[in-house]
């Protein structure tokens, strides 16, 4: 049986073998929390944590979103183009001095205008999903359109009306989710400050920590050894031996 003396030396040099594994822990972790401390602080850490993490991919997910609407922004600016120019076409037509072979060179022209449409409505894609939506000739009200038809202006600008109010509520979900990158972005700058206050090391208090606990470690293994040698003198004595 561990006689008194040892066993409290023994407790002694286990305890303070552990507080030198925790600190040598916080110190090359930067963490003051461990998981033999602080079960209320450790709580509190790991749902700022997680909730950072959640900002940080809701913050990734509005920035895909604002790279898709940009994508189409840039889709619709181009069908925009081709429109304003099959408007030029349509007032072209209008002139009295063309002769039928004027006029059938500017049906073919507009034709092809329209095949453009619909090839940079069709063409262009997001990782897989459509990024132009209805804005093809169909979608703008085109798929019958043709230069000789009186109301062929105003079908245009109708195509033209369309398509600037896609841009215009593009642009405005645009500003929103640039909005709520900023709001997560100041949110997740708070968490982590929060979080840093809560389980941030203090690395001069921790290094001391460390020496002290060392020897306080050293001391008492010196103690055990020294214990134990003259418990062993006491043994030999009392059988004779020394």
Known sequence: MMDPVSAGLSVSINRSYSKIGDTL?????GNRLTTGESPADIGVSSRLSAQYNE????????QDAISYLQTREGVLEN????LYR???LAIQYKNPILNESDRKMLV???NML??????TAGDMDFNGHSVAGDADAEGLGLDDFNLSDPNALIKID?????????RVNGGTKINALESEIDGLRQAGINLAKANERLAGVNLAEEISNLASETTRFQLGVQAQKLHMDLS?????TLLGIS
Do not use: H, M, P
Request: net charge positive; proline share 0%; no cysteine.
């Open 232 to 236: 062993a003198q006491r043994a030999a």
């Open 86 to 88: 099959l408007r030029e």
């Open 108 to 110: 073919d022209q507009a």
């Open 79 to 82: 069908i925009g183009g081709t």
């Open 114 to 119: 329209k095949s453009v449409i619909d090839d």
């Open 158 to 166: 109708n195509a033209l009306g369309k398509l600037n109010s896609a």
């Open 55 to 62: 900002n940080f991919i809701k913050a990734r997910n509005a």
């Open 25 to 29: 822990e916080k110190i090359t972790s």
